[in-house]
């Protein structure tokens, strides 16, 4: 195992003044000319790290771009970027040296020399915003005015047929989107209104033969609680016969087992004892 080198105060100095104008395989050499010592590149190398010694050089300069980069080619681009972009910098000095410079390189040449664009992209105090200074876009200018309604507007007492609630007709117009869901009502919940009164809470509107199209028939109407609901949809409801007087017996009969149920909960009976109250109703 190699014994570990410790570099004097005198050692540290040298490095610190050499190493700005010399390369570690240089530096290297000449400390161990200056000093009488053969120590590799690596040891040097891991001096100048443990003393945090810099060199003050920006980025990494090869030969070939020693041989680009030319002291009167650097003052070259610092005149010139004083006023135009690197795309035309990269023009300017491509033309006037030859070269196939893009402009990446022009802004890593400026990076690595030190030398500062015209402007930061920063807005200076009073200056005057992009958009004050573009002529304003008129072209929608009076295209929408206060009142003006699409050409698909649905007047008042007009109807349509929605997936979910079946037909429904327009009985306001709230004049937002935001509320035009509250525009519309069941057709079936107004006929129902009209014959029984209002609509219980907690209760909906069920249509007993499963027809959209027989909303307008009271007889073909019936409000039922939703835990009733849920019953019917349990017993399969909606795949029974389209026959009014089979169904309305099948409403009954989940109405009482609700009912049972009801009961039984009230009555502290246990799950699988309520559960007895309200199997299924049974198909026909």
Known sequence: ??????????QIDWLRQEFPCRR???LTSAFNRHFGLSLSEGQIRCALKNHRV????RGRLDAAARAVWTPPRVAVLRMLRQKYSTRECAETINARYGLNLTPSAIKG???RFGIPAATDGRFKPGSEAYKMRRTPNRSNAG?????NRPHNTHPI????LARKDGWLIRVQDSGTPYRARFDWRPVRHLVYEEHYGP???????????GDQDNCLDPDNLIAVTRAVMARLNQAGFSDLPQDRDIRRAVVAEAIYRQAAHARGRAAGLRYAERRA???PVARP
């Open 1 to 10: 195992m190699m014994a570990r080198i410790r570099f004097t105060a005198e």
């Open 109 to 111: 040449a400026c990076a």
């Open 157 to 160: 007492g007009a109807y349509r």
């Open 199 to 209: 609509v219980p809470d907690g209760h909906i509107v069920l249509l007993l033969d």
């Open 54 to 57: 810099l060199s003050g050089r």
């Open 143 to 147: 295209s929408f005015r206060p009142g």
């Open 277 to 279: 109250l309200i199997t």
């Open 24 to 26: 570690v395989p240089a």
